[in-house]
């Protein structure tokens, strides 16, 4: 099956600097990568997402790369604000109706 | 965007007793659910997956018998776990998936303490 590994499991950064984690998965087939913003006892929220034909996908201040000839992944996090500060989930799937293979998490603080 | 909906929030019982929780897709049709698991400081680990109309497909290790799971309908599945043990304490999540789409929508969670 998928295995989904994340680094690191903590980062601390000073608000205004850019944030990076990444991410590696093992199956080739895998074709749908979520990334998904966590607060403390609350759901998981999709922040961004890439689909494998696509290298590259910028949302304002969230980017995401994907080099599948690798299998590796990155979120990238720029001009980092406090309310940032949670636990990142990278995952991956074969998609439709497949199950998501989550990352063990990266828990984000942005210092004010 | 798609809401997921999840029942009860939070739920504290004794050993030995048996516990339901809903997860309700509010405005699309999900014709997947998802199970999920989660302990303190980890990810999330899923339990099962779940189909309308068909029997659960459940991970390695999860036990089918303790965990039953039900979907009857397109935007209503349920989890019960049966006969709880305080190991059972988790906070446990739902997702959905629509037609015609890879993205899953949580539920909010609901904490289980079995005391």
């Known amino acids: 099956g998928e295995n989904v590994e994340q680094h690191p499991s903590t980062l601390s950064v000073q608000e205004g600097d850019s944030a990076v984690i990444k991410c590696t998965y093992s199956?080739?087939?895998?074709?749908?990568f979520p990334w998904y913003k966590q607060e403390l006892g609350k759901r998981p929220q999709l922040i961004i997402d890439i689909r494998s034909n696509v290298g590259e996908k910028k949302d304002q201040r969230i980017a995401v790369t994907l080099n599948k000839t690798a299998k590796h992944f990155s979120l990238h996090i720029t001009e980092t604000q406090p309310e940032d500060s949670a636990v990142y989930f990278c995952a991956a799937s074969t998609g439709g109706y497949q199950k998501v293979t989550f990352g063990t998490g990266t828990k984000l603080q942005v210092i004010p | 965007g798609a809401v997921v909906s999840q029942h009860p929030s939070r739920v504290i019982c004794k050993s030995g007793t048996s516990v339901k929780i809903e997860c309700r897709s509010l405005d699309f049709q999900a014709t997947t659910m998802f199970w999920y698991r989660q302990f303190p400081k980890q990810s999330l680990m899923l339990m099962a997956t779940?189909?309308?109309?068909?029997?659960?497909?459940?991970e390695q290790g999860v036990e089918k018998d303790k965990f039953l799971i039900n979907h009857a309908s397109l935007t209503l599945s349920t989890l019960t776990v049966t006969s709880a043990h305080p190991e059972d304490s988790s906070f446990y999540i739902c997702s959905a998936t629509g037609q015609g789409t890879d993205t899953q929508y949580f539920g909010p969670g609901t904490r289980l303490t079995v005391l």
């Open positions: 779940s189909n309308e109309g068909s029997k659960a497909t459940y």
């Open positions: 199956d080739s087939a895998s074709n749908y």
